[in-house]
């Protein structure tokens, strides 16, 4: 399998990525953003330096219990990170001889004007989280010759659908994906330039997050990459429990940290991982398992 991004390609199998997420706003759920592109350059260093594949950079929080902010402003926090980029990498070594360097840039926006213009800016991938109403996402990550997420959701962003109920979730997914990799592909996207992802928490019950998690292989069947996980807080100084899965998770000594699950039809294996800390304490064998294989830690 492989990923086919601007100036990029990667080949599957291979150990899994990991995301690193630098939040350029004041209203982060994990509560890390930041206002000060200097800041986030510096945080996305850090990431990039414990080992980050990819940077995924986003301007606005999706709480939808914040204001939605302009799409000027949405622009105004990224643009200056994108055009900055390579401060985030220049003069540090590659992790180890697997990590993808210079790292991706991934831009996390929904909305169609702001993604226009900050993939003309630079960016390797377009984090869409509109669930793809409409093909414009689509097309503009065409035009600029970026890869593509597609993310499963219900209506509009920052809109709350705390109530959605699904008879089957993930034969949900299944005809979901299906039509919205029809649609990239009839605007020139191949599909070896899409990611999709089942949304965990995004317009999804306790019940229906477990259920994705564990039969996740089923989308495999998209022969697309599958990107597993959202990222999950986790306070630095405390172990924490989130209401979406009802479990308690491991205290780290991090911010943030997502469990991998699986992916392209392997149990116990996934291709992308996100994390706001790449969790330097943890001994690398602890990270990669044996074979390069991400393992769950108990």
Known sequence: ???????????????????????????????????????????????????????????????????????????DRVASFIVRFRECYEGLPPFDDAQIFPPLLSVNTWRSPVANTLLSL????????????????????????????????????KEKHTDVQYADIMQTLERFFED??????????????????????????????????????RLSRARCWVFPIQEIAIPARSPASSPAFGLTLPFFGSTMFAPPVWSSGQPGKSWASRATDILKSLPKTQRFGKENEVRSID
């Open 180 to 217: 919205k990799l029809k649609l990239a592909e009839q605007v020139g996207l191949a599909r070896e330039a899409v990611l999709i992802d089942p949304g965990i928490d995004f317009a999804k019950q306790r019940n229906d997050n477990l259920t994705i998690l564990r039969e996740l292989s």
């Open 1 to 75: 399998m492989i990923l086919r991004t601007k100036q990029r390609q990667i080949v599957f199998p291979r150990r899994p990525l990991v995301m690193g997420i630098v939040n350029l706003n004041d209203d982060s759920f994990s509560e890390d953003g930041t206002l000060d592109v200097n800041e986030a350059i510096h945080c996305a260093r850090k990431l990039v330096s414990e080992g980050a594949d990819i940077i995924d950079v986003g301007g606005e929080s999706a709480r939808t219990n914040r204001q939605e902010i302009t799409e000027q402003q949405e622009v």
């Open 122 to 157: 630079g960016g390797d991938l377009l984090n869409d989280m509109s669930a793809l109403s409409t093909d414009e996402n689509a097309c503009i990550a065409a035009r600029h010759h970026t890869a593509l997420l597609i993310m499963h959701s219900v209506g509009l962003p």
